[in-house]
Structure formats: structure tokens, C-alpha cells
């Protein structure tokens, strides 16, 4: 376990270093990365003394530099992003076909150090592979047509007929709390895929006529 916040008074530091925890810390030579103040270097014990600004604020306070890690929220994880496309399923050869995302925040509760936490992730990139060999990286998870093959942020062209699998990472960053404190940094960036999407790219073809559809529901085209 590397580094954690205040649960003394629960008003965390910012930039998660130098703070308090209750509850039972790993000390260094338990597999943990962060310092823990009064063990004895490498002793595989957790400290006894306890540094917290009011002693009896706390049951056990412990004091440790740097931030949580991604892998120390692992329980934590959030569900696949969902996303979707337009049209839906199918795609038309030299014209945008829609892709987006969800793009909100993702609040998440459970235990950390032995305590009630909650843990915060939100979504910053959005990494597309459309399957044809041509990928993008945008920071918005788009958004739904105004019109109809209106180009987005995140649409894309495909120029041969076939049928591809679509692919988006999601990527995030997290903060966590206790107590309803301020929120904490967490060091790293979450990747998360999403599930594919197939999509089938045809071609189409225009023509004139003389009359519309609505007049010959027969005519060429309709």
C-alpha cells in the first residue's frame, strides 16, 4: 500500500503527501511503497506511534508520503463505459458514421484501510480504433447527430465496403475521500475497454427521378 489522506480531522491534503490515516497501514517491507513515521525501516510492522496533530482524534494514525495508486483502488473499478454509433450498426462508404460515449463521472463505494471510502473516477480520453487501420484519441466522448451524418469530434470515414470491429478505451483518472472530505488525487491513469461494436459498411448509390417517393412509392429508390 503507497500513500494516503487525512482521516484525523478528514480534511485531506490535495496533493495527497504528507497526511493522516486511521486504521492499520502497511510499514515499509510489507510489499507497500509508502514510509510509514515511527517504524523501524524494513521491520514488516506497522508503526505504533501516532504523529496525528490530536493524538485522540483518531483510533490508530499513521502518516505516510505520496499518493494512492491505481492498484491500491483495484475493488474499486468502475463498469465499462457504454457507447454507441450512428447509424446504428451499419455505416455508408464516404460519408461520417457517428461514434460516442458516456462521459460523466463514476462514484464508486466500498472499504480502503480497514474504513468507508468512496472513490471518484472520470473519464478524460477517449481512444477509438475503427477497425479499418485508422484510430483517434480525443478528450470528448462525443455527442448524438443535430442532422443526419453531421460531422463530430469523434465521426469517421470509411472508404471500403466490409464489415469491421470498433474498439474504444476509455481513460481515467480517479480521486478518492473519506467522511465526505475532500477529494484525493489517486497517481495514474485507469484504461478501461469498452465492449466492441461491428459495424457494416456498405456502399449507396443516388439517382434522379422525375417524381418523389411520396408521388411514386414505386419509382427507382424507394
Not at 473519464?123 to 455527442?143: E, H, I, K, N, Q
Request: with cysteine; glycine share 12%.
Amino acid at each position: 500500500m503507497s500513500a494516503i489522506a487525512d482521516a484525523c480531522d478528514y480534511n485531506a491534503s490535495t496533493d495527497g503527501t504528507d497526511v493522516y490515516v486511521e486504521g492499520t497501514l502497511e510499514a515499509p517491507g510489507t510489499g507497500g511503497t509508502g514510509d510509514s513515521e515511527g517504524s523501524s525501516s524494513g521491520s514488516g510492522a506497522p508503526s505504533t506511534e501516532s504523529p496525528c496533530p490530536d493524538p485522540t482524534a483518531a483510533r490508530d494514525c499513521f502518516t505516510v508520503t505520496g499518493p494512492l495508486t491505481m492498484s491500491d483502488i483495484a475493488a474499486f473499478r468502475p463498469t465499462a463505459a457504454s457507447h454507441g454509433m450512428e447509424p446504428n450498426g451499419w455505416a455508408v462508404i464516404g460519408l461520417p458514421t457517428n461514434f460516442f460515449s458516456s462521459g460523466s463521472p463514476v462514484i464508486r463505494s466500498g472499504t480502503l484501510l480497514g474504513g468507508p471510502a468512496e472513490v471518484r473516477f472520470t473519464p478524460v480520453s477517449w481512444s477509438w480504433d475503427y477497425g479499418d487501420g485508422s484510430r483517434r484519441t480525443t478528450s470528448t466522448p462525443g455527442r448524438v447527430w443535430r442532422t443526419e451524418f453531421d460531422e463530430t469530434a469523434t465521426t469517421h470515414v470509411f472508404e471500403a465496403r466490409g464489415t469491421y470491429v470498433v474498439t474504444l478505451v476509455v481513460q481515467y483518472r480517479a480521486e478518492w475521500r473519506v467522511a465526505g472530505g475532500s477529494w484525493v488525487p489517486v497517481s495514474g491513469i485507469l484504461s478501461l475497454p469498452a465492449p466492441p461494436q461491428q459495424v457494416l459498411v456498405v456502399g449507396a448509390r443516388t439517382v434522379l427521378v422525375d417524381e418523389d417517393c411520396n408521388e411514386n412509392p414505386t419509382g427507382p429508390g424507394c
